[in-house]
């Protein structure tokens, strides 16, 4: 039999351990987007973090779809959260404090289920109409030590272009330094150059579990992003008959950069591709001296149209025009 010492010291090792083990545990609160079915509001316990002049995500499913015609069941419960990116360069996103902190060098599994609503429909304020929010949007995972901050990028899916329920699961590891908040967020596929609509349904997330370096080793890793989101973007091949469009334009020192922005965007358009690696830019100019200044002219055109300068080449000739 035990003596009362000794088993005193096992009834205490086994609550300090069982706490500890709880602590390895992030329970989200409401992770199921449990709520009224309601446009432009934020679930309960979440907080919004798109722009103050922007509506908040949205929570559905609406009966009979609402005016945003989003019919989807919930993967879990009863109703989940739809999120847009808009044509106006804005997006949205939603955070909340974590019970327990990220640590740093920590590891840590997290899913969800994502997928996308082909009708989403709702005002553009670029186009001042109805349209389709219908296009197919990143899912990011930012985490923070402020509501809705975005220190540190830890998780990123490909576009999320399936109708149906997902899941997504992530490695997640905070390099930096340790973190309270995390932010769930609808970005743009960063393939495309412009902005476009497009939308995300999100629903049933996990608990975050930290997990040991010698249980990942055993980790099946298969389904797994593993904190590498620029390479999980990557690792979507572009068809090669799409991968790069050219562009060939020409103006003079007085134009003005948003109808240089414009002619670039019309001749993006032209070429009727949704996606492409790189634009090859051909500019004529018409002597020597106007080649430095018109180069930047139109950098910063291409800058207004919120083009990475990684996605584009430029290639100035003299030429008369």
């Not at 351990?17 to 390895?24: G, L, N, R």
């Not at 909340?96 to 429909?121: H, I, N």
């Not at 032209?270 to 139109?298: C, E, G, W």
């Amino acid at each position: 039999m035990f003596n009362k010492p000794f088993l005193y010291l096992f009834l205490v090792f086994s609550i300090v351990q069982a706490y500890a083990q709880q602590e390895k545990v992030i329970q989200l609160k409401n992770p199921s987007f449990e709520d009224a079915p309601r446009i432009s509001i934020t679930p309960t316990d979440w907080y919004d973090c798109g722009l103050p002049n922007e509506s908040p995500v949205d929570i559905h499913p609406v009966p009979n779809g609402g005016d945003f015609r989003v019919t989807q069941k919930a993967a879990h419960g009863k109703t989940y959260v739809g999120m847009v990116v808009r044509d106006n360069g804005t997006s949205e996103a939603i955070a909340q404090k974590l019970a327990y902190p990220l640590l740093k060098d920590s590891m840590y599994l997290f899913s969800v289920e994502l997928a996308r609503s082909p009708t989403y429909e709702s005002m553009s304020r670029a186009m001042g109409t109805t349209v389709n929010y219908n296009r197919p949007a990143v899912f990011k995972i930012w985490v923070g030590n402020e509501v809705c901050a975005n220190e540190a990028l830890l998780g990123e899916t490909p576009p999320i272009d399936h109708a149906q329920w997902k899941e997504y699961r992530f490695l997640l590891q905070p390099k930096e330094k340790d973190f309270s908040y995390i932010r769930l967020e609808a970005y743009y596929n960063p393939k495309l150059v412009l902005v476009y609509n497009g939308n995300i349904l999100l629903d049933n997330l996990s608990p975050i579990t930290s997990i040991s370096k010698s249980m990942f080793a055993n980790l099946d890793t298969s389904g797994v992003y593993l904190n590498t989101p620029k390479s999980n973007i990557r690792a979507q091949p572009i068809p090669d008959e799409i991968r790069e469009i050219y562009i060939d334009i020409a103006f003079d020192d007085n134009t003005s950069l948003e109808e240089i922005a414009e002619a670039i965007k019309r001749e993006i358009e032209k070429k009727r591709l949704t996606a492409y690696r790189f634009i090859k830019i051909n500019h004529f100019v018409p002597d020597k001296a106007s080649l430095k200044m018109q180069k930047k002219m139109l950098k910063d055109a291409l800058m207004l149209l919120s083009i990475n300068p990684e996605n584009y080449r430029i290639k100035s000739k003299v030429k008369k025009y």
